[in-house]
């Protein structure tokens, strides 16, 4: 297809001669401890256990001896099945690092069980339950993706392909069974459970945000149930159209504080399992009386089966399986992988997390880890991935053997600012009043569950910074000294049958920056890693941190609690507590991945030497110097060093204004390193960058070679307000170091590449080019060539998302809009030409406002009466006016108004502000950026790049509780060809009062920017 963009210059030619014949990092060796997620067995003798890490484990003697079977794979196995004796199936999957995209995987067997093979070029999402009617007819979920946007699948050929189900709501559904006249019994993570057909859909229970189920199970000639998290038991008589709520029917503690995981239905007797795994629920009359039944274990379980009325296994974490001869009346172990964790940690979520740490260690020192989370996103979409399951997946990339979520406690957006008094009032709504009971209660069972030595939790910081770090801290310490306390919580110990707990020290990770008792370097090498902290939690990292967040020189620890003697305390996590390898709470002593420290320093030394040539290289490096830097370094980098540092290079190139040397990096990347997952990130960037109209507006031509119109005399601030103009600054270019527009030729047909390579990575990388916001530019891109059928084709399958999908109503919009028929199911708003300029003084009282319909900013929740906010927007041939009226919210902080002159790119992050965001060619992925606040201090980004420095001119006011803003854009700024009467552009207009609350102009929306909410601005 021609080398139009595909030339990799001297510079990146030499980066890619470090990297071209590194090996890939053998992935740690966890199956003994992973944790079981399902258990099937065919006769009382013969069964299977799967579960995380590829693990398969197989029994001939009904449970006495198990043993391991290659699985081929190192991804989660949800579910196993089996359609005769020979002929059966496991599903599974993973979240890949870096792309975040979900992959399915189906293993198939024909001999029993005895050797598994994965069928290939399947291209499905990660699969969570697997049924079979017969050993040709079978259904499975999946996570929704965009490819496949319901989960729902089926084949006819003993799957070897399948096929996706229609279904009216999609949900990310976790569990099936089978009716017996035919048909599903579906149930959703979300809450959500129904029942299907022959393609007839209903949805017998709605989702619910606060609730989370987890499994459905049924007996053809007995009881069907579904359970899920804080008791959640329900019971059907009639094959799941109608549903009775069993948990009050619960023992004890059970009724709330027992996190349902597992069910079994065998006649009329259902049997539950779950965490803490210390009890086995069991009722024999189809839900109604329950008792529980110890177990002889605390660590969660998740799975149980009954091959009849007496013989059943239960399955969970740790590698634990139990059996039972007695219909569930007493339990017994017959295997496990340690007994309890030796460290615990505790966070609000997955960017708390201190990845380094738990390298160190959970992956190279062995101790067996649980993570709890405490808290969920106000916002989330039944259609994207999950947010727990992303951080699951980290966790098992960090050598941390389960995570569980308290989704009960929602979690504001930290740029939101909001003070704990706020924090805890928008728990107790989703807690009864009783937020921090709960959260302590919780965590107390947590505790109590998973026994650890150590703690690690969150940073208490005593000046109020992080409200929600502190709440987690004081929850944690207080929790802490509860579990030891047989008077505290006494339903735990008697219904739940679990003991008191002293937990020996609580460590809080501190602050970037701030140094503690303890600290871990990242960029130490662990013999066992064979590299450093850093580059093992680089993995996990990418599936947390939404932005491109450097790696930690280093983490510090606070000593927080300790119960042991002084001397013991802060000298490291571990010291006073000897558990020794291969015991209750250790891993076998994991053996070096290399026994030359030296060579492992070499090594180190000359990673750091390209992370630092990378850090420097800000714009397009010169000179035989950089290049002999690089000639230095050989090509035996292990791991993910090669992609990992292109990729750095190319966003330190973009951050840095250098768009098009940033795709030639990305590019490269790709040739170079195509089956890495770093090369779909690369790819879904690229056509991202080529088929953006805002990006080929910004490249078209040299920078510079333009002028900015001036600002017209009768729209010049008055000298009343002299201060209102924000002219830009004098840019002072840095030495040694050459502009966008020499060197590079950005003249180039952007669409044309965009179209060229979505036809060349369709076939390698389908998952990237379905992704939504792809889809779009490449849509846009595809027309532009041409290419109109494969446009509506990519339209299409984003239309069939659902009516309630937000990427639908944004490919109706584009058909309604091309065919000029109908009314797009968006938010429509109108910017008017005016012919009177308004005058910038932050007044608001110019002809032109009267003639503008406001565009009202409101809160999701309808509780902003007091502090209502509007935006105003009009145009002429040169500039897009706007002007903001907005009263003070409660809360925020409008009391240090900052002073002296005014820069670009301010620190708005602490202010009221309102950010507007302009997609001039509507593919809801690349779009301009500009932020004002309260006092006409501004903002501005595009498609990331902050280097973009549009001229605007501002100016504020506050009167009387309420503030205002006038401003005035240059048009050619934000495109290159001006918009029309009839134009129409995609428009997020958001306010963000840190200390008070969110408010928007379309919904979804939220503090982190949902592109596909954007409404649609038309010129008239």
């Not at 006649?267 to 039944?293: F, K, M, Y």
């Not at 947390?544 to 119960?563: G, K, V």
Request: aromatic letters at 8%; a negative charge.
């Amino acid at each position: 297809m021609g080398n139009c963009y595909r030339r990799a210059s001297g510079w990146v030619a030499a980066i890619i001669a470090v990297f071209a014949a590194m090996p890939v990092c053998a992935a740690g060796n966890y199956s003994g401890d992973a944790t079981l997620h399902d258990v099937y067995f065919q006769d009382p003798q013969i069964g299977f256990s799967v579960g995380d890490h590829g693990v398969i484990w197989r029994t001939e003697t009904g449970g006495e001896n198990w043993g391991q079977i290659p699985s081929g794979v190192d991804v989660e196995l949800h579910a196993i099945t089996f359609a005769d004796p020979q002929r059966g199936w496991i599903v599974g999957g993973q979240i890949s690092p870096y792309s975040r995209i979900s992959r399915g995987v189906v293993l198939r067997t024909i001999d029993g069980g005895r050797s598994w093979r994965e069928i290939p070029k399947l291209g499905l999402p990660r699969l969570h339950d697997v049924a079979f009617a017969d050993s040709s007819h079978g259904f499975a979920v999946a996570d929704p993706s965009p490819t496949y946007p319901t989960g729902l699948f089926e084949t006819r050929d003993g799957g070897r392909s399948w096929r996706p189900l229609t279904i009216e709501k999609p949900h990310p559904w976790r569990s099936l069974a089978l009716l017996p006249g035919g048909g599903l019994l579906l149930t959703a993570a979300d809450g959500a459970t129904a029942w299907y057909d022959e393609g007839v859909y209903r949805e017998s229970i709605p989702a619910d945000p606060n609730r989370r189920h987890r499994q459905v199970a049924l007996d053809p000639q007995g009881a069907t149930a579904v359970v899920g998290d804080s008791g959640l038991v329900m019971s059907s008589s009639d094959r799941g159209i109608s549903w009775q709520v069993r948990s009050s029917n619960l023992p004890g503690a059970a009724s709330r504080q027992f996190d349902a995981r597992g069910v079994a239905a065998t006649g009329a007797q259902i049997t539950i399992v779950g965490s803490p795994g210390s009890v086995a629920l069991t009722s024999r009359d189809g839900g109604q009386r329950w008792e529980a039944t110890p177990t002889g274990i605390r660590t969660p379980l998740s799975a149980i089966t009954f091959i009849d009325a007496s013989n059943g296994w239960a399955v969970g974490t740790l590698g634990t399986i139990l059996a039972t001869r007695d219909g569930g009346a007493s339990w017994i172990v017959q295997r496990r992988g340690g007994e309890q964790a030796a460290l615990f940690g505790a966070f609000r979520s997955g960017q708390k997390l201190p990845c380094e740490a738990f390298s160190r260690l959970s992956a190279a020192d062995g101790y067996l880890t649980a993570v709890e989370i405490i808290g969920r996103p106000e916002t989330s979409s039944a259609i994207e991935l999950q947010y727990d399951d992303q951080i699951r997946a980290a966790c098992l990339q960090l050598g941390i053997s389960e995570a569980d979520f308290a989704a009960t406690f929602p979690l504001p957006s930290d740029k939101l600012g909001l003070d704990g008094r706020k924090i805890v009032e928008l728990w107790n709504q989703a807690n009864d009043g009783a937020a921090l009971k709960r959260a302590e209660e919780r965590m107390v069972r947590q505790l109590r569950t998973w026994r650890p030595h150590v703690v690690l939790t969150e940073y208490a910081d005593p000046r109020g910074a992080d409200a929600t770090g502190y709440l987690i801290n004081q929850i944690v310490l207080s929790a802490v000294e509860k579990a030891a306390d047989s008077n505290a919580y006494p339903d735990q110990l008697d219904s739940l049958r679990l003991t008191p707990w002293q937990v020996k020290k609580v460590f809080a990770a501190l602050p970037k920056g701030v140094d503690g008792a303890i600290t871990i370097a990242g960029t130490q090498i662990a013999p066992q890693l064979a590299m450093s902290f850093n580059e093992h939690a680089a993995a996990a990292r990418s599936l947390l941190d939404d932005d491109e967040t450097p790696a930690p020189a280093a983490i510090s620890f606070e000593l927080n609690r300790n119960s042991l003697p002084n001397e013991f305390g802060d000298r490291d996590f571990f010291s006073g507590i000897p558990l020794d390898s291969g015991g209750v709470s250790r891993r076998p002593e994991r053996p070096l991945a290399s026994s030359n420290l030296e060579e492992l320093r070499r090594l180190a030394q000359r990673r750091h030497n390209v992370q630092r040539i990378v850090a420097s290289a800000r714009l397009r490096p010169q000179g035989p110097a950089w290049l002999a830097q690089l000639g230095d370094l050989t090509s035996d980098l292990p791991g993910d060093t090669g992609p990992q540092t292109l990729y750095q290079l190319a966003m330190h190139q973009h951050a840095g204004g250098n768009g098009p040397i940033a795709a030639e990096v990305m590019t490269t990347l790709v040739d170079r390193f195509p089956d890495h997952p770093l090369a779909e990130k690369a790819v879904a960037w690229l056509l991202t960058f080529y088929g953006s109209q805002e990006i080929a507006d910004r490249f078209a031509e040299p920078a510079g070679a333009a002028e900015a119109a001036p600002l017209a005399a009768e729209i010049r601030p008055t000298s009343v307000t002299p201060a209102a103009a924000f002219l830009p600054t004098n840019d002072v270019s840095q030495p040694g170091l050459v502009s966008t527009g020499q060197g590079v030729s950005i003249g180039r047909d952007f669409s044309r590449i965009a179209a060229q390579m979505a036809q060349q990575y369709s076939a390698k990388y389908p998952h990237v080019v379905a992704r939504p916001e792809v889809a779009f530019t490449v849509s846009r891109a595809m027309s532009g060539e041409g290419a109109g059928r494969t446009s509506e084709n990519l339209l299409h399958r984003l239309v069939a998302r659902g009516p309630q999908d937000p990427w639908s109503n944004c490919a109706q919009s584009e058909f309604v809009l091309g065919r000029n028929v109908g009314i797009p199911p968006k938010s429509i708003a109108m910017c008017l030409q005016t012919s009177s300029p308004p005058k910038l003084d932050g007044r608001l009282d110019d002809e032109t406002w009267r003639h503008c319909k406001p565009f009202d900013l409101v809160s999701d929740k309808r509780d902003d009466d007091r502090w209502p906010a509007a935006l105003f927007l009009a145009y002429d041939q040169e500039y897009l006016y706007f002007a903001i009226r907005a009263k003070h919210a409660p809360g925020a902080n409008y009391a240090n108004k900052p002073t002296g002159k005014r820069e670009r790119d301010a620190d708005l992050s602490k202010r009221d502000r309102l950010e507007m965001f302009f997609d001039i060619d509507r593919d809801y992925a690349s779009y301009h950026k500009l932020a004002v606040d309260w006092c006409g201090w501004t903002q501005e980004s595009s498609f990331g790049d902050a280097s973009w420095n549009p001229q605007w001119y501002v100016q504020a006011d506050d009167v009387n509780g309420v503030w205002t803003v006038e401003g005035a854009i240059l048009l050619k700024d934000l495109a290159k060809t001006p918009p029309a009467s009839g134009d129409t552009w995609a428009i997020g207009l958001q306010r963000i009062a840190a200390g008070s609350g969110f408010q928007s102009w379309t919904i979804p929306a939220a503090p982190e920017v949902v592109p596909a909410g954007f409404g649609l601005l038309r010129f008239q």
